[in-house]
Structures are given as C-alpha cells and as structure tokens.
T-cell receptor
Framework: ETGVTQTPRHLVMGMTNKKSLKCEQH?????MYWYKQSAKKPLELMFV???????ENNSVPSRFSPECPNSSHLFLHLHTLQPEDSALYLC????????????FGPGTRLTVL | DAKTTQPTSMDCAEGRAANLPCNHS???????VYWYRQIHSQGPQYIIH???NNETNEMASLIITEDRKSSTLILPHATLRDTAVYYC??????????????FGTGTLLAVQP
C-alpha cells in the first residue's frame, strides 16, 4: 500500500547466524532509512542513505551492516546478533534525505535466540 | 528538534471526532509540526503536517494555536481502524543534510465500538 516492501516479515535467528533484511521502494525516492523499534520504546533511527551514499550512522554496532546498491534497494546484513537486538526493523524512504515526508514499510519482526 | 508532550492514551467512541493534543512549547519559528500514526505491528504512516496555518487533508485536520506552542490532530469520524499510536513530531525542514524524525512514545488512541 505504501510502496515500500520489506522481506522477510518475520525472522528468527541464532546468535551465530548471518542473515539479511531487504527493503525495496517503488516510489522513485532517493533516500532510504533503517529504524529499530524495540518493545515499548520509541523508534530509533539507525542509518540513512541519500543517493546511495550513507549520510547517517546513529552509533549502530558493527554487527549491523547496511548496504544500498541503488536508490530502490536497501539491505541490512546481520551477524552475531544478541538477544537484545530482537525488535521490529523498519525501512523508510523519502524523495531525498531533506524531504518532508517519509514512507515506511511494514517492518521485519526479528527474534534473536 | 523541539520536544513534544502527548497524553499516553485516549479513548474515542466510533463515529465521533477524535481530538489528539500535543504540546510543543519550545518550538522555534521555522519548525514544522508533523503527525504520523502506527497501527499495531505495522510501519508508521504519515498523516499531516503544518507550520502556522491550520491544515486539512483526506485523513485529518491539524489545528495549530496562534503562539504555535500546541496543536491538535482531529480525526473527524473515528473508526475502529483508526486505533493506533499517534506521534506528534516537531521538525526543522531543510536545516541540514538529513531531516530526522524523532519519535516519542506517542498517544495510543483506542476507538471503542
């Protein structure tokens, strides 16, 4: 509905696994974002990409590795996560990183065992 | 960005208007007021934004006081599908490379049948 899709919608992984989250936007936007939403906490901005270049890294641990191969796709590569990393991971896009409105995907519910 | 204060929760009867308040007493002259909502387990959805004048779109109306220290989001005829957490965000546009959305804890609006 919003033009931003995320896969998978649900993911369970062990602490030694490596997995990737995928986000795709069909809106012709040039900026993409990763947010983390832990239980009972506000959304936290993780990364911002503008025209495929990373412009923000909000002190995110290196076990989270973003990749933006083009303006339509954004990945979040995960490795050696901790149980406290379990959260809803949301992707968003906007016309560019100074644009006024962000459009969010449905999120990936991640559980780390 | 200026801090906002919202009630933790509100109830509204189906079919009635839902009025969600937000205080932003430290807002500066060039900061906009944005409203997003997040239905359970989904990504946030943009609703409306404004600077000084009242705004209306197909989803809601935004009333900003003359001193701009508070605002009210109005859903004219609430339905059960409007049950969500509503976020009021104050944001300075075009001030830097990235316009961040700083989400607080929002107001949980429960529309009752």
């Amino acid at each position: 509905e919003t033009g931003v899709t995320q896969t998978p919608r649900h993911l369970v992984m062990g602490m030694t696994n490596k997995k990737s989250l995928k986000c795709e936007q069909h809106l012709g936007h040039n900026a993409m974002y990763w947010y983390k939403q832990s239980a009972k906490k506000p959304l936290e901005l993780m990364f911002v990409y503008n025209f495929k270049e990373q412009t923000e890294n909000n002190s995110v641990p290196s076990r989270f590795s973003p990749e933006c191969p083009n303006s339509s796709h954004l990945f979040l590569h995960l490795h050696t996560l901790q149980p406290e990393d379990s959260a809803l991971y949301l992707c968003a896009s906007s016309q560019d990183s100074r644009a006024d409105t962000q459009y969010f995907g449905p999120g990936t519910r991640l559980t780390v065992l | 960005d200026a801090k906002t204060t919202q009630p933790t929760s509100m109830d509204c009867a189906e079919g009635r208007a839902a009025n969600l308040p937000c205080n932003h007493s430290t807002i500066s002259g060039n900061e906009y007021v944005y409203w997003y909502r997040q239905i359970h387990s989904q990504g946030p959805q943009y609703i409306i934004h404004g600077l000084k004048n009242n705004e209306t779109n197909e989803m809601a109306s935004l009333i900003i006081t003359e001193d701009r220290k508070s605002s009210t989001l109005i859903l004219p005829h609430a339905t059960l599908r409007d049950t969500a957490v509503y976020y009021c965000i104050v944001r300075f546009l075009y001030g830097g490379a990235t316009n961040k959305l700083i989400f607080g804890t929002g107001t949980l609006l429960a529309v009752q049948p």
